[in-house]
């Protein structure tokens, strides 16, 4: 059985590369401090949405240190429209002080200490080190969760038990490119709703082949 899914792993990852060879974040940034916001931002909101939204905050504050130095509420004002906008500033103002003062206003390359910083969970510490710090990493979202599923690749009831299956089928040098070829591929491929089967590359053509 385990053969067998490293097998079907293996297919899909060929897919993936075929369709989506240099995947790159959607998330526009220019370093691991306005990284961190952005995936922060996204909980809950599209990329499209933080991409617009972004460039008014930044040209507010790019750096722990501007941060901090802003009232929530003015960070609440430009952030509204992402959704869940006291929390997410409150968070973005205490994680930018907490970086001032216990690491020098610089993103740690930790995926502990970034868990331990107001409203990072572990999927977006997780992001931070893949894409700011070229550590493996494989975040699971919505879609990676959904698609591990209906590929047959975890039966994980959770984020975690999921990213762990994923980690032992696909080789640890893939883990950042799938984790982003598998977002691309849901959102044109294989969405939640309106799934089309036999339109799908993966699931109409490997799963059901």
């Known amino acids: ?15 993936l ?32 949405r933080v991409n617009r939204i972004t460039p008014e905050l930044f040209s507010l504050a790019e750096t722990a240190e501007e941060m901090a130095l802003l009232d929530p509420k003015e960070i609440e004002k430009v952030i509204r429209p992402c959704g869940l906008a006291p929390t997410k500033a409150r968070a973005i103002h205490k994680l930018s002080q ?18 331990e910083l107001p409203g990072v969970g572990h999927k977006t510490a997780s992001v931070v080190m893949a894409q700011a710090f070229q550590k493996p990493a494989f975040p699971v979202d919505t879609h990676i969760f959904r698609a591990a599923h209906r590929w047959g690749l975890s039966k ?34 294989c969405p939640a709703r309106g799934h089309v089967v036999k339109n799908c590359p993966i699931c109409g053509k490997i799963l059901l082949c």
Request: proline share 6%.
């Open 17 to 48: 590369d075929r369709l989506f060879p240099n995947p790159t974040i959607p998330l526009h940034h220019k370093d691991p401090y306005t990284l961190l916001i952005a995936v922060l931002l996204s909980a809950q909101c599209t990329d499209e």
């Open 1 to 15: 059985m385990r053969s067998s899914l490293v097998s079907l792993a293996r297919e899909i990852g060929e897919t």
């Open 156 to 189: 994980g009831k959770s984020v975690i038990a999921v990213e762990k299956d994923l980690k032992r089928l696909f080789p640890r040098k893939e883990w950042t490119r799938r984790h982003l070829q598998i977002i691309l591929f849901c959102r044109r491929y």
């Open 98 to 115: 907490l970086l001032i003062t216990k690491h020098g206003g610089s993103v740690p390359a930790s995926l502990s200490a970034l868990e």
